[in-house]
């Protein structure tokens, strides 16, 4: 299959194209990274704003997958889907499940025909619901996916790493963040195998699913399980005037992931313990650059 990325340099993208040239696809990416030309696979460094200046390279270009990672106003996905209107045959979408109205929610787990945001509120989730609907009835046949919070080893978002790197550094947590919030947390891995099944299953076309896990954690459940790691002690301490951990919406919000596993067949293959050990070996290698040696040596002194 020839395949074209879009937002192909980033931590999903990079690792999803990784994925199609091990199948043996033809893959194009656009971004806008500086990178060594790859013989594995076509790179071309254009802003999707600008998308039309590459007019003559796609003149007689055709896909039968576009991944999009990249369009997150409705006017970056007007523009992608006039350019290549007539030259895809499928267009998948990785969208997020901040499209939902949260204020408007009647019951957990959120299915994904519950209401979404107001297109014309400035919220980024609200934009990315219009994109949605845009692509919808563009004529295109198409793939949503709504992934819930993304983690794992190399996909920073200062969520789960401004925990793990206060455990590590301080022992103690400040946060005005509600301890009692339930929600769940996608490895980066579990996502790329659902955006590989969406392009090969024709039940994928022309549908919306939320991509999230099975299992649900408290943040107060999360905080105990990194600290279990090292069997470290972490005072938390809740306030107001305390930071707020970032990406993090604070209330409860579980989605339903029925539909994709039952239309895709996919389902979560890295249990939370595993996925989330696994970020604190990283980032503790990688912040600290410690071995198993030196951090036994460390140890004693966050203790005292």
Not at 126 to 155: D, Q
Request: aromatic residues 12%.
């Amino acid at each position: 299959m020839r395949v074209l990325v879009l937002g192909g340099y980033g931590i999903v993208g990079s690792r999803l194209v990784s994925q199609l040239i091990c199948r043996n696809h033809n893959v194009t990416v656009i971004d806008l990274k500086d990178r060594k030309k790859n013989d594995c696979f076509n790179y071309l460094k254009i802003d999707i704003k600008k998308i039309y200046i590459a007019k003559e390279y796609f003149k007689n270009e055709k896909y039968d997958v576009i991944y999009d990672f990249c369009c997150t106003s409705p006017e970056m996905i007007r523009a992608c889907i006039n350019f290549f209107s007539g030259k895809v045959k499928h267009y998948i979408l990785c969208s997020t499940v901040s499209v939902y109205d949260f204020n408007k929610l009647r019951i957990l787990p959120i299915v994904e025909e519950e209401e979404v945001k107001n297109f014309y509120c400035c919220e980024y989730g609200a934009k990315r619901a219009e994109c949605e609907y845009i692509l919808e009835n563009s004529g295109i046949k198409y793939t949503i996916l709504r992934p819930c919070y993304i983690y794992g080893v190399g996909y920073h978002n200062d969520r789960i790493e401004y925990l793990i790197d206060s455990i590590l550094s301080k022992q103690y947590l400040a946060m005005s963040n509600n301890l009692e919030i339930t929600f769940q947390l996608l490895n980066v891995e579990d996502l790329i195998a659902a955006l590989l099944k969406a392009a090969f299953l024709p039940n994928a076309q022309n549908k919306i699913f939320n991509v999230c896990p099975d299992e649900c954690i408290t943040l107060e459940r999360l905080i105990a399980l990194i600290s279990s790691f090292e069997d470290i002690k972490v005072k938390v301490t809740t306030s107001s005037n305390a930071p707020y951990i970032p990406k993090l919406y604070n209330q409860s919000l579980i989605f339903s992931n029925i539909k994709i596993k039952e239309l895709l067949e996919w389902k979560p293959m890295i249990d939370l313990c595993s996925g989330i050990k696994k970020l604190y070996e990283h980032r503790k290698n990688e912040k600290y650059n410690f071995s198993e040696s030196q951090w036994m040596r460390f140890q004693p002194k966050l203790d005292n």
